[in-house]
């Protein structure tokens, strides 16, 4: 049940980045979606969208891998 749970909660932010990043290629090509007013808003939020994303899946799998003590010198807390 715990990894069921997990992979919720790794789900939501990756269906994040990857709305980011398409809106971010929508951007590129001139499409612009219908809650942004400029194609510059609509990159920005792609970008913000991307990065907070992936930056919660990095730091659940870095917090993951320091209990297991699978990461090298510079990643272990002090």
């Given at each position: 049940m715990?990894?069921?749970i997990a992979l919720i909660?790794?789900?939501i932010p990756?269906?994040?980045?990857?709305?980011?990043?398409?809106?971010?290629r929508d951007m590129?090509?001139?499409?612009?979606?219908?809650?942004?007013?400029?194609?510059?808003?609509q990159f920005l939020s792609g970008l913000i969208f991307f990065v907070l994303g992936l930056g919660?899946?990095?730091g659940f799998i870095?917090?993951?891998d320091r209990k297991k003590n699978n990461v090298?010198?510079?990643f272990k807390k002090r």
């Open positions: 715990g990894r069921v909660i790794l789900l990756g269906v994040l980045a990857g709305y980011g990043i398409k809106l971010m590129l090509f001139g499409v612009l979606n219908p809650p942004f007013g400029y194609l510059w808003l919660f899946i990095a870095l917090h993951r090298q010198d510079r």
